[in-house]
């Protein structure tokens, strides 16, 4: 069974940096895609970033993209998502997800992912 578990989230003012940590046991962590996602009360799932099993390619949201790095340490079944000069509308709870596939597409919708971390609030507040 693969478990996927978060970590690393809190409160850090606007302009701040804050990296969070995912750590995934059970399965092959070489073989799945890996994404970050954050969600905000009422919304769906938004992707933030995602990584394949590699970790040769990387792809971001928009919103995201000159502040938040995805990487992947593939010998610690680990994956990070550092996160600069943050702002408040990143405040969201951020999931961390997993799903295996040999494709070097990257996964953005939230229903491809099968295994979902329980996710960790960062929050972005003066």
């Known amino acids: 069974q693969v478990q996927v578990v978060e970590s690393g989230g809190g409160l850090v003012q606007p302009g701040g940096s804050l990296r969070l940590s995912c750590a995934v046991s059970g399965g092959t962590f070489s073989q799945y895609h890996m994404a970050w996602f954050r969600q905000v009360p009422g919304n769906r799932r938004a992707i933030a970033a995602t990584i394949i099993p590699s970790g040769g390619r990387t792809h971001y949201a928009d919103s995201v993209k000159g502040r938040f790095t995805i990487s992947r340490d593939n010998a610690k079944n680990a994956v990070y998502l550092q996160m600069n000069s943050l702002k408040p509308e990143d405040t969201a709870v951020y999931y961390c997800?997993?799903?295996?596939?040999?494709?070097?597409?990257?996964?953005?919708?939230?229903?491809?992912?099968?295994?979902w971390g329980q996710g960790t609030q960062v929050t972005v507040s003066s």
């Open positions: 997800a997993a799903r295996e596939a040999s494709a070097t597409y990257f996964y953005t919708k939230e229903y491809e992912y099968d295994y």
